[in-house]
């Protein structure tokens, strides 16, 4: 069978994800894996109609197709991004229709289950025939355990082909709200005082209920607030994958483009942050992804900590559950406060007025205050994920991370605690003999809150 393999990565060959499919390659020879580097290649494939079509072509005639990426924050690096927007753009989805897929990744497993949905959701948008996903360790492949699953994974995949067998949608079609937004007048009563606001987005005029909530965010404020267009910047690229960052921060696109300076200037010194964007597909803008790939200049630490973080969003978010966990997964990783979603799809114009309007108040009441919530696991579970790494593989190529780390306590592991590793160590004695264990036992129901009733009776 002849398998089509689209490469995700901007690397190319040197992707650690293609060694995976290079891999199977040898091990399943009567098969055929036309692995096609959509993501190095991207600005060849928009530009020239031809080759792009070329691709199609192949995708047309194959058995199957394998979704073959690395995870770039939380998400499908942009490059791949932009192939799919290009796929419905160019009408050309019948090339996918009933073909059986799958996808394949590496990474450190953080947030890798939401480029896995939004993958399968893209799928199912094709009217394609999802068999399964594979999530790998980015050093799973050197592991002789892994291996054997990556083949299992592999098997599964060409016999579900051979034998024709049934798949499952998991995702309903998204339809956007046949609904134009007609903004009341802003009461202009928020005083932002000496904190600085930014929206950023990348609406373009044709994008006529984004644009319109933006204006109405803007008119809560007494005086006008900042706003950036993604699209009126130069941005060269998205990330190449070249971690030349990772020592001091530095991007290796330096003053070539416009991005390091509005990142640092604006985005970083921001207050109250709004991300606003029109859904593309199941996510938002290719463009968008590139302002989150190219984030990464700063590492696997949180540098947002205590901005209040806000999204306006045109599009069908109440089907999009995993769009909506994008971005809470992000807030949490960053330590940010999210304030919120605004989204039109609720298709009602006085209640978007006031969603937007309560939008700007949180902001401002939060950021002077300094309330940021408590993490859930998306944010204890982010931290732990990075601080292990950074801490163990990723030290010796991201040292900028290591010294922030280092600097700011996040490598908090609890051995390191040791009245709490005493006392563990104590009760773990304890409860090994009888006369003792019974006493603890006895003393659990009330003794766990012992502390908190003396914070209480204090209060």
């Known amino acids: 069978m002849k398998i089509v393999v689209l490469n995700g990565s901007p690397k190319g060959d040197d992707s650690v994800t293609i060694h995976s499919v290079k891999y199977l390659q040898k091990k399943f020879p009567a098969h055929e894996f036309n692995i096609i580097h959509i993501a190095k290649r991207i600005k060849g494939i928009e530009r020239k109609r031809k080759t792009f079509d070329g691709i199609i072509e192949e995708i047309a005639a194959a058995d199957g197709l394998l979704w073959a990426f690395p995870l770039y924050v939380l998400m499908v690096p942009a490059r791949l991004k932009r192939f799919i927007e290009l796929i419905f753009e160019r009408n050309v989805e019948a090339a996918f229709s009933g073909k059986y897929t799958a996808a394949i990744s590496t990474s450190i497993h953080f947030y890798d289950h939401i480029a896995h949905r939004y993958i399968q959701g893209i799928c199912d948008d094709l009217d394609m025939k999802f068999v399964a996903s594979f999530s790998a360790d980015m050093m799973d492949l050197i592991d002789e355990r892994e291996r054997e699953r990556l083949i299992q994974f592999c098997d599964y995949f060409l016999s579900t082909i051979q034998n024709r067998h049934p798949t499952a949608r998991r995702y309903r079609p998204l339809k956007s709200p046949d609904f134009t937004y007609q903004p009341g007048e802003g009461s202009r009563s928020i005083n932002a005082g000496d904190k600085k606001v930014l929206v950023v987005t990348d609406a373009r005029p044709e994008d006529m209920n984004l644009g319109r909530m933006v204006d109405r965010f803007n008119t809560s404020f007494v005086s006008n607030i900042e706003l950036v267009n993604l699209r009126d910047m130069k941005i060269i690229s998205s990330c190449i994958g070249c971690l030349q960052c990772g020592f001091d921060n530095e991007c290796v696109f330096g003053e ?43 590492g696997h630490r949180p540098t947002l900590i205590g901005t209040q973080l806000g999204v306006i969003i045109s599009g069908p978010l109440s089907d999009n559950e995993n769009l909506r966990e994008f971005f809470e997964g992000y807030a949490s990783w960053q330590q940010a406060n999210l304030i919120g979603f605004v989204v039109d799809d609720i298709g009602d114009g006085e209640e978007i007025d006031t969603r937007l309007q309560e939008l700007a108040r949180q902001g401002i009441v939060f950021t002077n205050s300094g309330y940021v919530q408590p993490s859930t696991f998306l944010g204890v579970g982010a931290h732990k994920v990075f601080r292990d790494e950074v801490w163990g593989r990723l030290r010796t190529v991201f040292q900028a991370d290591h010294r922030a780390y280092k600097k700011h306590g996040w490598y908090d592991f609890p051995m390191w605690d040791a009245p709490t590793h005493l006392m563990a160590h104590a009760g773990t004695v304890g409860m090994n003999i009888p006369m003792v264990r019974k006493q603890i036992q006895e003393m659990l129901k009330s003794g766990v809150s012992f502390r908190h009733r003396k914070i209480v009776e204090k209060a």
């Open 256 to 298: 070539r483009d416009d991005f390091i300076d509005f990142y640092r200037e604006k985005v970083l010194e921001a207050d109250v942050l709004i991300f606003a964007g029109t859904m593309t597909d199941r996510h938002l803008s290719s463009l968008w992804k590139t302002y989150f790939d190219r984030s990464f200049l700063m």
